[in-house]
């Protein structure tokens, strides 16, 4: 069984960038540089089958490269902070992609989330953060912004959980079409 997720990788630069934001918010475990991604779709645990079949679905998907900006900060969890997060500018290009991911992957029989994509690269998970603590945070960098930044292709990636951080593996990439 894989446990499989379907994002954008981000460069050295941008997670560099994402990086100078990881500090100062007691509870925080900061997620490491390398795992630094955008997910598009969840897929959860898929035998080889499964893996096959998300393979083969992904690999249909037609949509153009486009430029992404990453803006602001967040956080999930209302009174209860769970994770502090980088927003992503508007981007209807970015939406695109990710219905079209979407639509394919419940094609395929995949049962996704049926919550809203809210598009961010998640910098750390909370334990025991205070809701003002987290507020204080997102204020002190809601300035935050780095891009426009090329998104060239998409990937499927296999997660296995670890003690400290998950280790995340690309299993197959799929490029986005040149003609911006």
């Not at 500018?89 to 991911?101: C, F, P, S, T």
Request: net charge negative.
């Amino acid at each position: 069984m894989s446990r499989l997720f379907v994002a954008l990788s981000l460069s050295e630069i941008v997670a560099d960038a994402l990086s100078v934001l990881q500090y100062g918010v007691e509870g925080a475990r900061w997620r490491p540089v390398e795992n630094f991604h955008l997910t598009l779709a969840f897929i959860g645990e898929a035998d080889r089958h499964g893996f096959g079949a998300a393979v083969d679905v992904l690999s249909t998907i037609e949509a153009p490269a486009f430029d992404m900006r990453l803006k602001g900060a967040g956080f999930f969890g209302d009174k209860r902070p769970t994770s502090l997060w980088a927003g992503v500018e508007q981007n209807d290009a970015l939406a695109h992609l990710q219905g079209k991911v979407e639509a394919a992957l419940r094609r395929a029989g995949f049962e996704l989330e049926r919550r809203k994509f809210t598009p961010h690269v998640t910098l750390a998970y909370l334990r025991n953060t205070q809701q003002d603590a987290a507020a204080r945070y997102c204020a002190e960098h809601g300035l935050f912004s780095c891009g426009p930044f090329p998104v060239e292709a998409f990937h499927l990636y296999s997660s296995q959980l670890g003690g400290e951080a998950s280790h995340y593996e690309i299993e197959a990439s799929y490029s986005l079409s040149s003609s911006r």
